[in-house]
């Protein structure tokens, strides 16, 4: 069983629409979740973390984080074409910086 | 502006070569950390260092090795290269020291093994 998990993609959303990247984990005790982007042949950008149950916003970008349930999602509202990227969900492992990756959500955001 | 450097930006290198990779930060940055990035995968971490110790590892082989120095910054050290060692090499900071601080990548260093 992967320690993250997400589903690849592409999920493809029209320009303006909500797009809902989910991500669930094995580890219970499993305390900070990121949020990266990453563009073709780029680094990984952070664009949210999430350590409390609940919602965190941050302009367009929605966490949300659900504990009991193991998963973690990002919403990212009136989507552009420029939000076309790799989305990447990690959870903190045990170590200061020690994080275990998703493989990673595809999102096509089309004119 | 990140205040974390890397370089070079591209390499190529022949199997069985060794190869040194560097991440320069700027001060503050006492913990460093080091992910290999393979086409298609998410970021595997290869260890940390802190105060120029390594406390923590991946599932990495041992012709992984690196360096922290005194002025922050850090190399990481590939022995016997394999092919499947191609990947985008980063090297990760925290802005703050809380167990919740955000850990933002550096730029990386695409490896090419042929």
């Known amino acids: 069983q992967k320690e993250v998990e997400q589903n690849s993609g592409p999920l493809s959303v029209p320009e303006g629409a909500i797009a809902s990247l989910n991500c669930t984990y094995s580890?219970?005790?499993?305390?900070?979740f990121f949020w990266y982007r990453q563009y073709s042949g780029k680094s990984p950008e952070l664009i949210m973390f999430?350590?409390?149950?609940g919602d965190k916003e941050d302009g367009r970008f929605t966490a949300q984080l659900n504990k009991a349930s193991q998963y973690v999602s990002l919403l990212i509202r009136d989507s552009q074409p420029s939000d076309s990227a790799t989305y990447l969900c990690a959870v903190r492992a045990g170590g200061f910086q020690k994080l275990v990756f998703g493989t990673g959500t595809r999102l096509l955001v089309s004119p | 502006e990140t205040g974390v450097t890397q370089s070079p930006t591209h390499l190529i290198k022949t199997r069985g070569q060794q190869v040194t990779l560097r991440c320069s930060s700027q001060s503050g940055h006492n913990t460093v950390s080091w992910y290999q990035q393979a086409l298609g995968q998410g970021p595997q971490f290869i260890f940390q260092?802190?105060?120029?110790?390594?406390?923590g590892r991946g599932n990495f082989p041992p012709r992984f090795s690196g360096l922290q120095f005194p002025n922050y910054s850090s190399e990481l050290n590939v022995n016997a290269l394999e092919l499947d060692d191609s990947a985008l090499y980063l090297c990760v900071y925290t802005v703050g020291s809380s167990y919740n601080s955000p850990l933002h990548f550096g730029n990386g260093t695409r490896l090419t093994v042929t």
């Open positions: 999430i350590y409390s149950n």
């Open positions: 580890d219970r005790g499993s305390q900070s």
């Open positions: 260092y802190y105060r120029e110790e390594e406390n």
